[in-house]
T-cell receptor
Framework: QQQVKQSPQSLIVQKGGISIINCAYE??????FPWYQQFPGKGPALLIA?????SEKKEGRFTISFNKSAKQFSLHIMDSQPGDSATYFC????????????FGSGTRLSIRP | GAVVSQHPSWVICKSGTSVKIECRSL??????MFWYRQFPKQSLMLMAT?????????EQGVEKDKFLINHASLTLSTLTVTSAHPEDSSFYIC??????????????FGSGTQLSVL
């Protein structure tokens, strides 16, 4: 019940295309859903996050779509660029500080020039 | 944004020696820090939660006597891998939470330490 399932494991997208990464969770107590971006040899960095009171959040080229009834959320990267090539992790937790963040398994994204 | 500094960024050591990794919050006080382990092409695995001035809480399966965590101040937590062996080779990452009792929105990660045990 604590798992966050992420797919696909790897993704190749042409420059300018849309990259889509999907995640599903089971624990209905989760109310904070961040996405992290990690470059090789570096720690993850928060990219964008959403709470379940909204169905979509957009920040620049990055959009989170959230489906509370299906317990699914996804990351869309519009106009994908080679610099977006990285590993992306979805995660889930309670918004409160008492909760641990549960990470998905990660998606290795490669943007072809 | 808040900065978490992790040092060293990489370390090579001989089997049987101990290695200390430092995690510092540079511009905020972190009452809670987390330590993760990440194998190549895998996700982050939480090892322990470190609260300033108290004993760390270890996740199931993590040996507390092997991975010693000290959080002696509001800006510094250390992870010591004792009697390291090749199987301990991994990427270790810390994170720190800004604001006492703050939400997970204020969670920031260090840049990681690559440990290689020969």
């Amino acid at each position: 019940q604590q798992q966050v399932k992420q797919s696909p494991q790897s993704l190749i997208v042409q420059k300018g295309g849309i990259s889509i990464i999907n995640c599903a969770y089971e624990n209905t107590a989760f109310d904070y859903f961040p996405w992290y971006q990690q470059f090789p040899g570096k720690g993850p960095a928060l990219l964008i996050a959403i709470r379940p009171d909204v169905s979509e959040k957009k920040e620049g080229r990055f959009t989170i779509s959230f489906n509370k009834s299906a317990k699914q959320f996804s990351l869309h990267i519009m106009d994908s660029q080679p610099g977006d090539s990285a590993t992306y992790f979805c995660a889930a937790s309670s918004y409160s500080s008492a909760s641990k963040i549960i990470f998905g398994s990660g998606t290795r994204l490669s943007i072809r020039p | 944004g808040a900065v978490v500094s992790q040092h060293p960024s990489w370390v090579i050591c001989k089997s049987g020696t101990s290695v200390k990794i430092e995690c510092r919050s540079l511009d905020f006080q972190a009452t809670t820090m987390f330590w993760y382990r990440q194998f190549p092409k895998q996700s982050l695995m939480l090892m322990a939660t470190s609260n300033e001035g108290s004993k760390a809480t270890y996740e199931q399966g993590v040996e507390k006597d092997k991975f010693l965590i000290n959080h002696a101040s509001l800006t510094l937590s250390t992870l010591t891998v004792t009697s390291a062996h090749p199987e301990d080779s991994s990427f270790y990452i810390c994170s720190a939470r800004d604001i006492p009792g703050g939400s997970n929105e204020k969670l920031f990660f260090g840049s990681g330490t690559q440990l290689s045990v020969l």
